[in-house]
């Protein structure tokens, strides 16, 4: 059986799909952007929205009662290749060692021209 996990302490769903799915003690997050959920504003630069997207996956995560301590694995989709180094000094900031897998792509586009999207699967 899964269970959907919302928060309004992350960007809401900006199509037909959930915020995050949980089955059997696995969590499975959308993509989540560096949209700050109480304003609706993108921070400047590459750091700044790392910084945003990575707080709300921390409080998506809190919602479905579990951490960035138990992330197993995260895609990261940078608009970017050039900000990599910039964006993996924020994510060690995030992810305790040791660290989950990790994928990274530079991506053409992001919704709402954001600079990265994080998704990740994560145990309760």
């Known amino acids: 059986m899964k269970?959907?996990?919302?928060t309004d302490k992350a960007p809401a769903a900006i199509g037909p799909y959930s915020q995050a799915v949980e089955?059997?003690?696995i969590v499975y997050t959308s993509g989540?952007?560096?949209v700050d959920p109480a304003t609706g504003n993108i921070p400047e630069g590459s750091v700044a929205q790392?910084?945003?997207?990575f707080t709300n996956m921390k409080h998506l995560l809190e919602a479905a009662g579990t951490s960035m301590d138990k992330v197993l694995k995260t895609t990261v989709f940078i608009k970017e290749?050039?900000?990599?180094?910039?964006i993996n000094e924020v994510y060690a900031d995030f992810?305790?060692?040791p660290y989950p897998a990790r994928s990274c792509v530079e991506v053409a586009r992001?919704?709402?021209?954001?600079?990265?999207?994080?998704e990740v699967i994560a145990t309760k």
Do not use: H, R, T
Request: charged letters at 20%.
């Open 32 to 34: 989540v952007i560096p």
């Open 110 to 118: 992001l919704p709402k021209d954001v600079m990265l999207e994080i």
């Open 95 to 97: 992810f305790p060692e």
């Open 3 to 6: 269970n959907i996990i919302s």
């Open 50 to 53: 790392a910084k945003q997207a």
């Open 23 to 25: 089955v059997n003690g």
């Open 81 to 86: 290749m050039n900000d990599f180094g910039a």
